[in-house]
């Protein structure tokens, strides 16, 4: 019984010994553990938290960028160049109103610094307050540089912190030199948008994931703040008192060494603790038109370590806990680590497709916004042309009206009685009245059809009355016009019925024989109607010089002529006409090299 005793001691002694070292090993290996599992946590928080700057730092500069291309693509216009103050207060309200959720405003600054124009204000605003801003930076450095340029924080008389990004206005010009002409650019001013850093703060705050509790803030590379969750902060210096009062002593030196590496234009992410609380934080340069401007920073608490700690400690008391506890415990682990690993695996996916889905969005939308820049020069240049040409097609019957005008009241200064008018006088007052009447109709015209109003009155008529009517009106301008060129006019009428706008139909057909009378210097100008497969086809053919082949493609479109005289409208408006009618009108250079033809078609009844 005593040597049972006695063994049985021995056994609980071996068991014991076995018990407590492996409990010391469990111990010893479960503290290991425990710091691997806390490092690798980190590292995939700290992971996380670039990730989530690298994010927002993305969106950031495709806010940003929205409004610098709005700022180049005003500083590039014509109608800012050519001063032309309504139309460039119409770009400048459509600026803000595609960037109003971080713009509080555009603003327009001629070459003295004088605002002249800024965003949604009205004509009798600029006469009242014309301010003169040539003392502030955003006007002094691009007047000096030519180049854009972007302020840091400055408040405003409305106490609202602000950020301002301003383009210089460079307009080409011709200068001489001994060896010739060369271009050379004038600044004419600057064009400025006003950004509210508070806007620019709560956007990011919403962009943060929810899952994280994350702080945001923003400082420009001399390390002024331009954001912060203390709006006290905003515009102060990290080394200044108001921010270095609020970091506690222990950590002041660890702290500042982040800030100042962060300021260095490198991506990182890393960890502070001060008393058992642990932050990542994690910064991202932000970079606009290859210069680095600001360095984005996400702070993320978290009390990984503390809890890691705790564990440890506890662990420390139940070191006499069985062997299978200790195992049931570190599959348990080992499963959460799992599941938790394969979690963050799938968020991390996830979130790396609609990164990649993001960055496609963003290039397809960069294409489609570079395709309407492309589209809004060419309106520009077509617009100018026509403002040209067009100012040129009223002076030309303006002035000779003028001239009969002045004229006449002359001969009254003179006689003071009676005075005689010859025809021929009359006859240029109406003629060139006629010319702007054209004009004019020719506008509104364009202006109906912009709009969608054009509308038809159909009636049943025969077309060989409309094209003969055409011809001798044609004739008659030709003998009125004093017009001595070797041109017939041919046309074999042939009765064709149509349902039409008379009106129309016979404003597009005498746009077509003018057009041919104004290219043809001699030969024969033939019109034709038949009917061919369900539809009446009318053409005029002339012996001219042909179409341009840079203009063929576009010939129908607003603008577009070759002519020193027309203002391009007439083509465009009779294809519009016929398009009406649910016709079709097309042209073609004459296979025998000689003119060209037009045609159109109408359906029949």
Known sequence: MVAFSKNNIVILLVIAAIGTSLSILSYQYSSITAKEIAEIA??????????????????????????????????????????????????????????????????????????????????????????????????????????????SVMNSADNVPRLYISYPIMVEQAAFSKSGTIPASTFKGVIVAAVNVNSIGRSLQSELSPEIISNVGLMDKNGVFLYARKHALIGKNYLGDEFQSSIPVDIKN???????????????????????????????????????????????????????????????????????????????IAFLILSWNKRLKGAVDARTLELRRANESLIESNKLLASANEQLKIHDRMQNEFINVAAHELRTPIMPILGDAEYIEHKFDTRNEIVEVDKETIASIIRNA?????????????????????????????????????????????????????????????????????????????????????????????????????????????????IDTEILPRLFSKFVTKSDTGTGLGLFISKSIIDAHKGKIWAENNHDGKGCTFMFSLPSV
């Not at 459509?94 to 555009?106: E, F, H, K, N, P």
């Not at 603790?273 to 984005?296: A, C, E, F, H, M």
């Open 42 to 151: 980190s590292q995939e928080i700290r992971s996380n938290a670039r990730i989530e700057a690298h994010d927002l730092s993305e969106l950031l500069i495709h806010d940003i960028q929205s409004i610098t291309n709005n700022l180049r693509t005003l500083a590039d216009a014509p109608t800012i160049h050519n001063n032309m103050t309504k139309l460039a207060q119409v770009l400048i309200d459509s600026a803000q109103a595609s960037t109003g959720v971080l713009t509080d405003g555009y603003y327009l600054l001629d070459q003295n610094g004088t605002l002249i124009a800024w965003s949604n204000s009205n004509s009798s605003a600029f006469e009242k307050n014309r301010l003169d801003l040539s003392s502030q930076e955003y006007f002094i450095v691009p007047k000096e540089t030519h180049s854009p340029y972007y302020t």
């Open 254 to 332: 660890t702290y500042d060494g982040i800030l100042g590496r962060s300021l260095e234009g490198n991506a990182g992410a890393e960890d502070i603790t001060v008393r058992g609380n642990t932050t990542t934080i994690s910064y991202q340069p932000i970079t606009i038109d290859g210069k680095r401007l600001w360095t984005l920073y996400i702070g993320s608490p978290h009390s990984l370590t503390s809890n890691v700690g705790l564990l440890i400690d506890q662990q420390k008391n139940f070191s006499t806990l069985a062997v299978v506890a200790i195992g049931a415990i570190a599959l348990g």
């Open 434 to 546: 006629k010319r702007l009447d054209r004009l004019a109709s020719d506008i509104l015209d364009v202006t109906r059809i912009e709009s969608k109003s054009l509308k038809l009155n159909k009636e049943q008529f025969d077309l060989s009355d409309v094209i003969s009517t055409c011809v001798r009106d044609l004739r008659e301008q030709m003998e009125n016009d004093g017009i001595d060129r070797n041109v017939r006019l041919f046309y074999s009428p042939r009765k064709i019925l149509v349902e039409a706008d008379k009106g129309r139909i016979t404003q597009v057909i005498s746009n077509l024989l003018r057009n041919a009378i104004k290219f043809t210097s001699e030969g024969v100008i033939s019109i034709d109607a038949f009917t061919r497969e369900h539809q009446i086809i009318v053409s005029v053919k002339d012996t001219g010089p042909g």
